[in-house]
């Protein structure tokens, strides 16, 4: 599997979460840094992400909910859950991520350093999370010492 690296514009744009607990957290951390057109779709919602300027929809999944959406993550911790929103997506033309599964993922999440208009993303197609964050740390550390 190999993924190219892209950016995406998504100014004004609905990246649609399904899932609202700490699967679906770790992703929204990165995605907020870059927007708060995030809608959150899951009955039960984690307290941590009200008041954040985001959607939030508590209810089920239905396959309407992907209307008008870019990117989709599939966080459910439920995996036939998150195949049928992958199936879903796919047949709108929506890209989507399932969190944790490459294999299922249209697109993956990179290590990302952002700072003001700059941004670094270290991928290495989803096999080796924990190096490229290390990656992402090393670089922040020559920032930080300015040697980049």
């Known amino acids: 599997m190999t993924f190219l690296p892209v950016n995406?514009?998504?100014?004004?744009?609905?990246i649609l979460f399904v899932g609202g607990g700490?699967?679906?957290m770790h992703?929204?951390?990165?995605?907020?840094r870059f927007t708060r057109d995030i809608t959150i779709l899951a009955p039960e919602i984690d307290t941590r992400l009200e008041n954040k300027g985001?959607?939030?929809?508590?209810?089920?999944?239905?396959p309407?909910?992907?209307?008008?959406?870019?990117?989709?993550?599939a966080a459910t911790g439920n995996d036939e859950l998150n195949r049928r929103i992958r199936d879903d997506a796919r047949t709108s033309g929506i890209l989507v991520n399932v969190v944790d599964s490459r294999e299922l993922s249209d697109f993956i999440s990179p290590a990302v350093?952002?700072?003001?208009?700059?941004?670094?993303?270290?991928?290495?197609?989803?096999?080796?999370?924990?190096?490229?964050?290390?990656?992402?740390?090393?670089?922040?550390e020559l920032l930080d010492r300015g040697e980049l």
Request: a positive charge; aromatic letters at 6%.
């Open 27 to 32: 992703k929204i951390q990165t995605v907020e």
């Open 8 to 14: 995406i514009r998504i100014d004004g744009r609905k």
């Open 113 to 140: 350093l952002k700072q003001d208009d700059m941004t670094i993303a270290v991928s290495s197609n989803g096999r080796h999370a924990r190096k490229s964050v290390a990656w992402r740390n090393r670089i922040q």
């Open 22 to 24: 700490s699967i679906a």
């Open 54 to 62: 985001f959607t939030l929809v508590r209810k089920a999944y239905e």
């Open 64 to 73: 309407s909910d992907l209307e008008d959406a870019v990117l989709v993550y």
